[in-house]
């Protein structure tokens, strides 16, 4: 089982003395470390000596009979937004490496972590200051989606090495960010599992920002309960054991606007599977139209409300290492610059106002249910040659997690593509605050789902 399993199955297995925290951490570093492998691409740094002897200690408590939280000698890797104690937070940018300082303390999320026990392999790789639903890095390297790697095609961003971590066998679970769908991003088109919180749900203190208004920190596992599992340790709360349940009789809203506008054929067809599955199982599908959710649109005609919070934020360090930015992270951040205040003020208020039409909208549905990746993930190749199809390529592949990440809500995103075909997310959203009653639904759906996709 070694790093493959889920964290419920590690935990188990380290508890009966079949592996010991030691052996994961000795795993993991075997294969990051591997000369034929993409551990470079996917780490920017690692802490293997601090990793080796926390995991050292959590075994001898372990054998002692002490107590130990609920991620007690589990390795995870940390995505270079997230302060760690000791180490430099980077964003993915070859010029901040240049002049970061050493953090003082973790992250508040990581300190959380930390007390429960999670052992941080390293930093993993990411598009620079997160600024990408891609995943390309031309600092430190794109590391190629598992899926099709003949062809290469783009991880996933902007966490783009959390995702392969994972699924490269050097991380059990990985910490993310989600500003416009960084985290569910690589996890549907990695067949992984990933959860977006509730704005706010998570303090964001020690965390590289992209947006004050719509940063959140997320989850990728190998399940929805690893998931659960990360989310509720990082917002300070006990851990509630799952609640799943037949799916017969709940409600789902089948999001049509936007949601499903110019859906790749691999995409459309594995969502209509999903749908009819999910039917099949007694749950009630009704579609819906929100005309609230065109207020997105307007909102993207003006820019993004990323953009100038980003500029404002980045902006003295934009004008002294310019030079050394990822180009076309660089042309989006500037081009926020010229966004007016009144423009910014009426991005908000457009905000607000979708935010609350479309819970008059959904509030009585178990969750609303939509592709989370309107496309397959794209070649690498032609992006690096066109910054227009580049462009192109990452409008469609935050459109639709942007679209929650505006409204604020939680959203999960669980696996539904066939074995061996292109990899496809569904994404389960639900009201504020709902974050748990998100989980449990997408652990139900994932239930069903789960057979037809084997």
Known sequence: MALSGTIAQIQKALASGEISSVDLISSA???IERDDGDGDEIFVRTFKNAAITQAAASDAMRKMG????ALAGIPISVKDLFDVEGAPTTAGSAALASVAEPARRDAAVM???RAAGAIFLGHTNMTEFAYSGLGINPHFGTPLNVWDRHIGRVPGGSSSGAALSITSNMAVAAIGSDTGGSVRIPAAFNRLYGFKPTTGRHPMEGVFPLSTTLDTVGALARSMHCCRILDHVMAGLPVPEPDIRPISGLRFGILETIA???LDMDVAGAF???LETISRAGARLERIK???LHNFEEISSLGSIAGPEAFHKHRDFIIAHGRQIDQRVLSRLEASADISAADYIEMLALRKDMIERTHLATRNFDAI???????IPPEVKPLLASDALYAEANFKVLRNTALINNLGRPAATIPVGVKGGAPVGLMVVGEHGADAHVQNIAESLDEVLMPKRN
């Open 272 to 274: 209509v599977r999903a």
């Open 290 to 292: 929100i005309d609230a």
């Open 29 to 31: 570093f075997s294969e």
């Open 66 to 69: 002490v107590p130990q939280g």
């Open 260 to 262: 499903l506008d110019g």
């Open 111 to 113: 300190a959380r972590l």
């Open 369 to 375: 249910l939509m592709p989370t990746v309107a496309i």
